[in-house]
């Protein structure tokens, strides 16, 4: 297939799905019920979605005993029987997700049960993101970073232009951002907005972008304090003109202090790719309705990696990118 027909097979089956697949169909329909305020801050925007029908992913208990007691639900064994999916990069299954936030909401599971791991996948998100960029963008969600099947390797796929993101980011770079590299092939900036950090490769050139992405990894791992892969979101999208944009959010933790807070203070908000595009997910309305732009900018500032670890990590790939060939 090409880039058009794989975007346009996933438009469809989701269509056919929702005719065929009761639960996919309620929950496109809970979609209707949802309720949305935007946050403005220095040149970009954030909203928050009160999603009822999110409560189970953003509740998920993701700790090794919870995994290993449950049936995983993206093993091509365990899907639900009406659930149907197109079959790609021959180990992959695109297939309609039953509780969206996007208009148009995929997750992309392996067919075989191997963990959640970026670096080894990379080059298929930006393959991925070329095949959807009809119609979508890819985001990866690290096992710690939001992913509800940390165990079982995964990308998920959303309309374009949904998230503030993929509208904001030139002005993001422009305002709160710093060029790493530049020349005519990649541009690689480190961006700072006051919620978020996050690394950004946009280039026509895949050979240079998993170079640069590789880099940045072991650079990355090296000063994370995390046990296996460094905290991370990633949301690739391409376009015919530009090639791609990969935008890399840094963490330092999973879930912010008010997740786990009682009473009143308590917010069920749990920070993935979608979010830190944008698109703050809470599915109970009593935390949207108490959501403050302060207690938004808390949460994501808490998640996000520190500043310190930050500037490090600027500084050694600024030195290491001049080593590199690209």
């Not at 309620?26 to 040149?43: A, V």
Request: glycine residues 4%.
């Amino acid at each position: 297939m090409s880039n058009s027909d794989f975007a346009e097979a996933a438009k469809q089956l989701l269509k056919d799905q929702k005719k065929s697949w009761k639960q996919l169909h309620e929950g496109y329909k809970s979609l209707k019920e949802i309720k949305i305020k935007t946050f403005q801050f220095d040149g970009f925007r954030m909203k928050l979605q009160f999603n009822p029908g999110r409560y189970i992913s953003t509740s998920a208990e993701v700790d090794e005993k919870s995994i290993n007691d449950r049936k995983c639900f993206l093993c091509p064994t365990n899907l639900p029987e009406k659930q149907k999916g197109i079959l790609c990069e021959d180990e992959y299954l695109i297939l309609g997700n039953p509780f969206p936030i996007f208009p148009e909401h995929f997750t992309i599971p392996n067919t075989n049960h191997v963990p959640q791991q970026i670096k080894s996948n990379f080059t298929l998100m930006l393959k991925l993101a070329k095949d959807l960029s009809k119609h979508y963008v890819i985001l990866y969600n690290g096992p710690k970073c939001g992913a509800s099947a940390p165990d079982h390797f995964h990308f998920q796929a959303g309309s374009k232009n949904f998230m503030p993101i993929d509208d904001d980011f030139h002005q993001l770079k422009k305002e709160h951002g710093e060029i790493l590299f530049e020349n005519d092939r990649i541009t690689i900036a480190a961006v700072d907005d006051g919620l978020r950090r996050m690394i950004s490769f946009e280039s026509i050139d895949t050979e240079k972008l998993v170079t640069a992405f590789n880099n940045f990894y072991e650079i990355y791992s090296s000063i994370s304090c995390n046990n296996g892969e460094p905290m991370m979101n990633i949301i690739s999208a391409y376009e015919e003109e530009f090639g791609w944009r990969v935008i890399v959010f840094l963490r330092d933790k999973h879930r912010s202090s008010h997740y786990f807070a009682k009473g009143d203070n308590k917010i069920l908000l749990s920070a993935a790719s979608v979010d830190l595009g944008g698109v703050c997910i809470t599915p109970l309305e009593k935390d949207f309705d108490k959501m403050t732009k302060e207690k938004l900018t808390e949460i994501l500032t808490e998640v996000s990696l520190n500043k310190n670890s930050f500037e490090l990590i600027k500084q050694k790939f600024d030195k290491a990118i001049l080593r590199l060939k690209i």
